[in-house]
């Protein structure tokens, strides 16, 4: 698996594979539900904005207690377009501020959180949700591999291994999240993951 540090060009990739892989549906009915989740296709997409925008908050604030008192609304009307531009949107802020914070920043998710922990986290959120949306409209899509075995490593040091080839790290990630099965492994109906890094 990839060792590296997870930064914000894989928040940027992960965006861009999330608009590549939805982009071409929207003209398609979005209101069933993403995969398991009781949120609506469009209300996931509406989600993974508002989590963008909430780490890009995050980091540039850097509060050491909690989170900021604000939250991001897509408006009712907005079109699944002008959803996806959000999106992008969102992802552009935590790109930045992923890309102007130092090593050492530190900002509250559950604990002190760094810059590789924020953009994983990012990363994982726009995946898995892209992962719930493709499913809630027929389509076959699974997390890719480079991207999900970064953020395997980040976030989830429990996941099945992936080395002898029998489990892709899409789907290990899936697994993590209690998105499907593996063999003799059932679906997770909790999780959490590994954020915050202990402070020396």
Do not use: K, N
């Amino acid at each position: 698996m990839d060792q590296r540090r997870m930064d914000h060009r894989d928040v940027d990739a992960a965006v861009a594979e999330m608009l590549r892989v939805l982009g071409p549906h929207t003209s398609e009915d979005w209101s069933g539900p993403a995969g398991t989740l009781s949120w609506s296709c469009r209300e996931t997409a509406a989600h993974v904005a508002h989590d963008l925008f909430a780490y890009a908050c995050q980091l540039t604030a850097r509060p050491d207690d909690a989170y900021l008192p604000l939250d991001l609304t897509v408006r009712p009307s907005a079109s699944l377009t002008e959803v996806l531009q959000a999106v992008s949107a969102c992802g552009g802020l935590l790109s930045a501020a992923l890309a102007a914070a130092p090593p050492e920043a530190r900002a509250w998710h559950w604990g002190p959180t760094d810059p590789t922990g924020f953009a994983a986290m990012g990363v994982t959120e726009t995946l898995v949700h892209t992962h719930d949306i493709t499913t809630g409209l027929g389509l076959v899509w699974e997390p890719p591999a480079d991207a999900a075995a970064a953020a395997l490593i980040r976030l989830f040091p429990d996941a099945p291994s992936t080395a002898e080839g029998a489990v892709t790290p899409g789907q290990a990630l899936l697994w993590c999240t209690g998105r499907t099965t593996l063999p003799g492994l059932p679906r997770r109906t909790s999780w959490t993951w590994r954020a915050a890094v202990a402070e020396e």
